[in-house]
């Protein structure tokens, strides 16, 4: 009978294990649910993307998203920033150039259960719009450095002169020329010609059009014993 009784006894201690374990294992996903449904906040950057006009550009800097700060409990505002989409301002029927919105929770669309928005930031966005055109635009070429001692840069052209730049319509209505990367003239004597880079400003909304690169012609010459560079002509 003993071995009998300590294959039950065996069997009991397994079963209570068992028990155990699944005990800890329900308290375990008890405790993980609890701390997801716990509310907590959390900021979310949403993408500011407006839809704009044809053949028009904004000019003015705005943000590229707007943060958001969210109440509610973990587990929803963690898919609620998975699936959120961009902030898409329609501004393509308008026929005004200065257009200002203002900022809400509505943007965000419906929002699960038990999540508000608690915060935004910015409140307000102002969008300035213009007009996309082209325009030719002179060279004037980035010199670096000096020539040799007795030497003075005489002319400088570029081939071509003008190059096609495209950009809101203001801006380039006050472009007097574009620049170029540096060119060197440190230690020339002579004639040099070299292929350099056009430069815009990406940043006031500027492309070139077509050419990116024009040839630089620099030419010097030696000035006289007691001739001032400034006397030459």
């Known amino acids: 009978m003993k071995p009998l009784l300590n294959n039950r006894g065996a069997i009991h201690f397994t079963e209570s294990l ?13 405790w993980i649910t609890i701390l997801s449904l716990k509310a907590e906040e959390k900021k979310i950057s949403v993408p500011l993307e407006p839809l704009l006009p044809a053949g028009t ?11 958001f700060t ?3 409990p973990r587990v929803w505002l963690n898919e ?21 919105f203002s900022i809400s929770e509505d943007l965000l669309g419906e929002l699960p259960a038990g999540v508000k928005v608690i915060g935004f930031y910015p409140a307000q966005i102002l969008i300035r719009l213009d007009e996309i055109g082209e325009k030719y635009i002179p060279v004037k070429p980035n010199l670096g450095g000096a020539p040799a001692r007795g030497y003075e840069v005489v002319d400088v052209k570029t081939i071509p002169t003008k190059v096609a730049v495209s950009g ?52 010097t010459r030696k000035v006289e014993l007691g001739e001032r560079p400034e006397d030459s002509p």
Do not use: H, W, Y
């Open 18 to 30: 068992a028990l155990k374990a699944v005990s800890i294992l329900l308290a375990l996903i008890l």
């Open 57 to 67: 550009q904004i000019i003015n800097s705005i943000p590229n998203s707007i943060e």
């Open 70 to 72: 969210l109440s509610g």
């Open 80 to 100: 609620l920033e998975r699936r959120i989409q961009p902030i898409q301002p329609d501004l393509r029927k308008t026929r005004d150039t200065t257009i200002g």
């Open 168 to 219: 809101p319509m203001s801006v380039l209505e006050s472009l007097e020329a574009v620049g170029t990367q540096e060119v060197s003239i440190d230690n020339m004597k002579g004639n040099r010609e070299t292929v350099a880079s056009i430069e815009v400003d990406e940043q006031k909304g500027l492309r070139l059009s077509r050419e990116t690169k024009v040839r630089v012609k620099i030419f």
